[in-house]
């Protein structure tokens, strides 16, 4: 999600806005990085340090709460976020060499998003597809049964 001056501003000032109206709240940090990320796509240090300063709480404590789960990023995302499952049943049926694929087909290593900002690929785990094993996601579509070549068709959709 790459944002203009104008959008950052307006965001900034939406987030500013959502923070006064829950700062005193109980347990506020999760709910407004919530927000921050779904204004921002993810978490910059920029936002961290916002939001830090207007709890009045360590921006270390930001940082400590956005690693640990796995809903929040730090760095920018794709236009389409890639998730080529790597749980149990998956990993059994393929899904490592599905990955390979992935990542050879976008020339981008998983966890990171491609030059052009048109994919991020992340090795996630268990989506509840077993049946369909190996599975991936872009965005919200699911493709099942997959085998390595069927990687290139499924991304020119996206291209």
């Known amino acids: 999600m790459s944002l203009t001056n104008e959008q950052k501003e307006q965001n900034y000032a939406a987030l500013n806005a959502f923070i006064e109206e829950h700062k005193n709240d109980r347990g506020p940090l999760m709910k407004i990085m919530q927000k921050a990320q779904d204004l921002f796509g993810y978490l910059s240090l920029e936002t961290q340090t916002l ?4 709890l009045h709480v360590p921006v270390t404590e930001v940082y400590g709460v956005a690693t640990f789960y796995a809903q929040f990023s730090l760095q920018p995302k794709g236009e389409h976020v890639l998730g080529v499952c790597t749980g149990t049943a998956c990993y059994v049926k393929g899904s490592a060499a599905v990955l390979e694929e992935v990542e050879r087909e976008l020339n981008c290593k998983s966890g990171h998003t ?3 900002g048109k994919f991020t690929i992340q090795a996630t785990r268990c989506l509840g597809c077993c049946g ?3 599975v991936m996601v872009i965005d919200e579509q699911v493709y099942g049964r997959l085998v390595p070549a069927d990687v290139a068709g499924i991304l020119d959709k996206y291209r």
């Open 51 to 54: 939001i830090a300063d207007a």
């Open 114 to 116: 491609t030059e052009d």
């Open 132 to 134: 369909l094993a190996p």
